[in-house]
Structures are given as structure tokens and as C-alpha cells.
């Protein structure tokens, strides 16, 4: 395209767009123009004249556009050119008809790249307040239930329970939850990184409420139900059993009997010497009879379950001992003393009013007089 053609495009092009072009000074002292608009916005530079004057086209400031014909078969200097110079923001094909460029044009401008990006940080700032407002109101919601509820204790037939939680950063998190029966008691430790994944095992729970036993039928049809439901939905991935951790126990009240099914690294420490080690069983029904576990309960016997948090937070030690001996010699200590003895070694190095991760210590004491059915 001769140099009047070019001047003869970019008119059109410049009366799409609203504005003038002039010879850039560039172009002149090459005796080949090149365009500049009178707010600066678009510059516009032939091929030959790029060819002609490389090191000056390399000490712009800003961004141009490439006039070329797109009907000639183009030499390899001119491929070159395309990849490698960094000021070029788009070739400009003259034999096409002008309109097809004024939508590029358009949106790759100056003024519209400072609308949009004024647009988009307007845009990150407003979601930075949400974040910051919402994290204020979970921390707020957490601090406040750990006021409200320091220490739950639940007394049954021959059974003593205590249990205490302590809020974490993290998304998703812990609950733990107790439903009475008849001569039952049902005890539920869940750990999820969803919170989806939580309201759905709370749901499950909550229909448990309606029972006065819970037979073993019951407990694998409410362990089946719920890894069939959060299958369905994509939250059971069963290459990341740490996604989702379970804990059901029945307690027998009247033959001291202490059942469940354990998903995790749910952890279990006796003054009898009763033992659950962690494991990583996903929640499935092919693992179901591999997480089942059952024992009796003795006497005046004392139990400690650890949420998988309690580790994560310690690492597995507490004042320089593994936590497993840390617990086993405060059991005798009595349940408040060792409750409270656990949360101030999680907290005692934490800056934050939070742990790093929940965690939910639950303590079970069985009466020295009970009456056991035999």
C-alpha cells in the first residue's frame, strides 16, 4: 500500500474512533509517515518504515500498531519482527476492510485500559473489604462461642462427658455433637475442609435425633447414606482422606459397651490402656468394616479422644514430650485440669487469638460405683 493509500486508511479508521491523526516525527524524517492521533492514544507505523528505522522504533515509549498488506507473501524478517519487538501491540492488516479493526482498536487503548483497569481495581478493592468484613465477623463468631461455651459437660447414667474446642483459621473446621437415646449414648467428631461438606454431616446427624437406639444397622446405614450424598456432590475425594475425617461412637449405658467407626486420625487414649490409633480409611463402604472398632469400658476408667486438629496444631508434642505421654500423665489430673492444660500448650506460642487449625478434646470418665449389666 503507497503512502497516500495509508493516509487514505487511517482518515477512515480516525473517523470511526472519533479523533485525528498526524504525521508522527518519526515518520517524517524518513519521508514515510507514520500516524499519531492528537490525544496520543493510537500510533500507527508502516512496515517499511519499522524496516528502515529499527533502533529508533525500539527507543519508543509507547505502544504502535503495524500497517502491512496482508495480500504479499511475507520474508522471514518480517515474522521476526512480529515476535520479537515488545512495543508492537497488534499488526493492521490494510487490505481488510477498516471497521474490521476499529473493535481492537477500541478496547486496547489508553483511555479504555485505565477505564478497565480503574473498573477492576474498584472491583478488587470492594472484594477486599467483603474479605476483610467476613473474616472480622468469623473471628468475631468464633471468639464469641468460645466464650459462650469454654467447656461443655454432659452427665449420663455411670458416664461422665467433657469436652472443649478451640476455633482455627482455616476454612471448613470441626464439630463435635452428642445425641442421647434410651441406654444409648451416640458421640459425633467430625473434621472437613468444606463447610459444605459440614452442613451436610450435620444434617445426617440431626436425623440420628429422632431414635431412641442406635443399633449397628442404623449407624452403617447413617455412614453409608452420608459418603453416598457427598459422593454425589464431588466432596468425597478419596485420594485426600484428610478432607474429610469421621468419628461415631456408641456408648452402651447399661453394659458399658464402647463401639463406632473411625474415618481419620481421630486419636484415642485410656487410663486402661485402651488404644485408637489413627488411620487413613476414606469414608466408604468398602472401608467400613476395617474402621470398626469395640471395647469395654472398666470402671472408673478415663478416656481422652483428640480431634486431628489437636496434632496438626502440636505437631504431635506438647512441652517437649510426644502428646500421647503429655495426656497420659495428666489423666489422672481429672478432666477440667487436662482440658485446660492442653489449650494453654496450643495457645501458648499463638500471636492470634486463634489456633491454626480447630481442635476439639473430648473427655470421658466412667463412674467407680456403675452398675454393669452382664
Same mark, same amino acid.
Given at each position: ?95 481488510r476492510d477498516h471497521r ?67 476455633? /482455627? &483459621?482455616?476454612?471448613?473446621?470441626? *464439630?463435635?455433637?452428642?445425641?442421647? =437415646? !434410651?441406654?444409648?449414648? @451416640?458421640? $459425633? #467428631? ?24 442406635? /443399633? &449397628?444397622?442404623?449407624?452403617?446405614? *447413617?455412614?453409608?447414606?452420608?459418603? =453416598? !450424598?457427598?459422593?454425589? @456432590?464431588? $466432596? #468425597? ?45 476414606? #469414608? ?85 460405683n456403675v452398675i454393669v449389666?452382664?
Open positions: 500500500m503507497e503512502e497516500g493509500d495509508r493516509a487514505a486508511y487511517i482518515e477512515k479508521i480516525a473517523e470511526e474512533l472519533g479523533t485525528v491523526f498526524q504525521k508522527h516525527e518519526l515518520g517524517e524524517a524518513l519521508e514515510d509517515p507514520g500516524f499519531l492521533s492528537d490525544r496520543g492514544q493510537w500510533l500507527f507505523l508502516s512496515w517499511p518504515l519499522c524496516q528502515e528505522s529499527q533502533k529508533l522504533i525500539n527507543d519508543l515509549k509507547i505502544g504502535f500498531y503495524l500497517l502491512y498488506d496482508g495480500s504479499q507473501e511475507h520474508e522471514p524478517e518480517f515474522l521476526r519482527f512480529l515476535e520479537s519487538d515488545r512495543n508492537l501491540i497488534s499488526p493492521i492488516d490494510t487490505t474490521f479493526h476499529i473493535p481492537l482498536l477500541r478496547n486496547a487503548s489508553p483511555s479504555s485500559q485505565d477505564e478497565n483497569r480503574k473498573e477492576l481495581l474498584g472491583v478488587g478493592e470492594n472484594l477486599n473489604k467483603m474479605i476483610e468484613f467476613s473474616m472480622a465477623e468469623l473471628q468475631r463468631v468464633k471468639r464469641l462461642h468460645e466464650q459462650v461455651v469454654p467447656m461443655k459437660n454432659d452427665n449420663f447414667k455411670g458416664v461422665k462427658i467433657l469436652s472443649k474446642f478451640a476455633a /482455627g &483459621e482455616g476454612a471448613g473446621g470441626e *464439630f463435635f455433637d452428642i445425641v442421647k =437415646g !434410651e441406654q444409648e449414648v @451416640l458421640l $459425633l #467428631l467430625t473434621n472437613t475442609t468444606s463447610y459444605v461438606a459440614s452442613s451436610i454431616i450435620l444434617s445426617h446427624f440431626e436425623k440420628l435425633r429422632a431414635y431412641s437406639e442406635f /443399633g &449397628e444397622k442404623r449407624l452403617t446405614d *447413617f455412614i453409608l447414606g452420608l459418603s =453416598g !450424598e457427598l459422593k454425589d @456432590l464431588g $466432596l #468425597l475425594d478419596m485420594n485426600d482422606t484428610e478432607a474429610l475425617q469421621l468419628l461415631v461412637v456408641k456408648i452402651d449405658l447399661n453394659k458399658m459397651k464402647f463401639k463406632g467407626f473411625q474415618f481419620g486420625k481421630t486419636e484415642l487414649i485410656s487410663s486402661k490402656g485402651h488404644v485408637l490409633g489413627t488411620n487413613d480409611f476414606p #469414608l466408604n463402604k468398602e472401608f467400613l468394616s476395617q474402621s470398626e472398632f469395640g471395647f469395654d469400658l472398666e470402671r472408673g476408667e478415663r478416656l481422652v479422644i483428640s480431634s486431628p486438629g489437636v496434632r496438626k496444631n502440636c505437631g504431635g508434642f506438647m512441652d517437649e514430650k510426644k502428646y500421647e505421654d503429655f495426656v497420659r500423665e495428666r489423666l489422672p489430673l481429672g478432666a477440667r485440669d487436662l482440658l485446660n492444660e492442653v489449650y494453654f500448650q496450643l495457645k501458648k506460642k499463638r500471636d492470634s487469638d486463634f489456633l491454626k487449625f480447630d481442635a476439639s478434646v473430648i473427655y470421658i470418665e466412667v463412674d467407680k449389666e452382664v
